[in-house]
């Protein structure tokens, strides 16, 4: 999209048909561009409360007391 705006920007000055195509391959781009950047940002805003909320990634503390239990009663 990026490239066909910047195309029919140069080819515009030879051929004044091009330049609602120029304008609304703009527009679109602009457009996308801003969907792009707010998805960007709510992915991160959801990211960060992933992780301030608890529930990311844990050492597994839990996890490995539980493992070594169970190694401890089957080696008996």
């Known amino acids: ?9 140069i ?3 030879k051929n004044e048909g ?11 781009l602009v457009v996308v561009m801003i969907i ?12 960060r409360k992933f992780k301030t ?3 990311g990634i ?3 503390h839990f ?3 539980g493992l070594k ?3 401890a009663i089957m080696a008996y």
């Open 18 to 28: 091009l330049l609602n195509l120029s304008r609304s391959l703009l527009f679109a």
């Open 53 to 55: 909320a608890g529930y």
């Open 36 to 47: 792009i950047g707010e998805l960007v940002h709510y992915i991160l805003k959801l990211i």
């Open 69 to 71: 239990s169970k190694c």
């Open 1 to 9: 999209m990026l490239a066909g705006s910047i195309v029919s920007l």
């Open 11 to 13: 080819l515009v000055q």
């Open 63 to 65: 996890f490995i007391t």
């Open 58 to 60: 844990n050492p597994g």
